[in-house]
């Protein structure tokens, strides 16, 4: 069993539409929760970090910890055309922070005018 | 511009013959990390620094060697490199490893 669980997609949605995208985790040591995002021919960039559990927002996206089902979301609100790439959800050990990540194998998003 | 940057972006190579992926940041970072990206699998991570010649393993080293003789640039070396080392590669730098990684653009290899 992998230690991060993503599923892969493709989802496609609708211009507009509200996406949420989620991970599942078995190491109950982790500690911080990031979501990168991916374009095509390019590499990942720093989306949402969150530390242990709870909620954070930031303009379109939200993102949730629920340590207690080892579950982490992201939720993009009004998607638009642009979001259309790969998400990778990734965490880590309080001991070891950015240094040692754990990746998901990302979902492919796309969105559709 | 801050960036990493990683050269080539593509490269075909046979079986056996030595290569080196360059990787060089501009952002005066002490962490500096290098991944392969492979379908279902994902980012893996092969080594690390967090200084200079101060290198570990990380997941997946089997059949990689890097050097940190100078803080900006982390090499990737395979010595003699198999079609199991055909992948996407990533470097990746970060101010001391506890801040959010910069991602190059990327290696495209591909081992015949």
């Known amino acids: 069993q992998k230690e991060v669980e993503q599923d892969p997609g493709p989802l496609s949605v609708p211009e507009g539409a509200i996406v949420s995208l989620n991970c599942t985790y078995s190491n109950s040591a982790f500690q911080y929760f990031m979501w990168y995002r991916q374009y095509s021919r390019k590499g990942p960039e720093l989306l949402m970090y969150?530390?242990?559990?709870g909620n954070k927002e930031d303009g379109r996206f939200t993102a949730q910890v629920d340590k207690s089902s080892k579950y982490i979301s992201l939720f993009i609100r009004d998607s638009q055309p642009s979001d259309s790439a790969t998400y990778l959800c990734a965490m880590s050990a309080m001991n070891t922070g950015f240094q040692k990540l754990v990746f998901g194998t990302g979902t492919r998003l796309l969105v559709s005018p | 511009e801050a960036q990493v940057t990683q050269n080539p972006r593509y490269l075909i190579t046979v079986t056996g013959k030595k290569l080196t992926v360059t990787c060089s940041q501009n952002?005066?970072?002490?962490?500096m990390s290098w991944y392969r990206q492979d379908p279902g699998l994902g980012l893996r991570q092969i080594y690390y620094?967090?200084?200079?010649?101060?290198?570990d393993k990380g997941d997946v080293p089997e059949g990689y060697k890097v050097s940190r003789k100078e803080k900006r640039n982390f090499p990737l070396i395979l010595e003699s490199p198999s079609p199991n080392q055909t992948s996407l590669y990533f470097c990746?730098?970060?101010?001391?490893?506890?801040?959010?990684?910069?991602f190059g653009s990327g290696t495209q290899l591909s081992v015949l």
């Open positions: 952002m005066n970072h002490e962490y």
């Open positions: 969150t530390y242990s559990s």
């Open positions: 620094s967090m200084n200079v010649e101060v290198t």
């Open positions: 990746a730098s970060s101010p001391s490893g506890r801040e959010k990684l910069f």
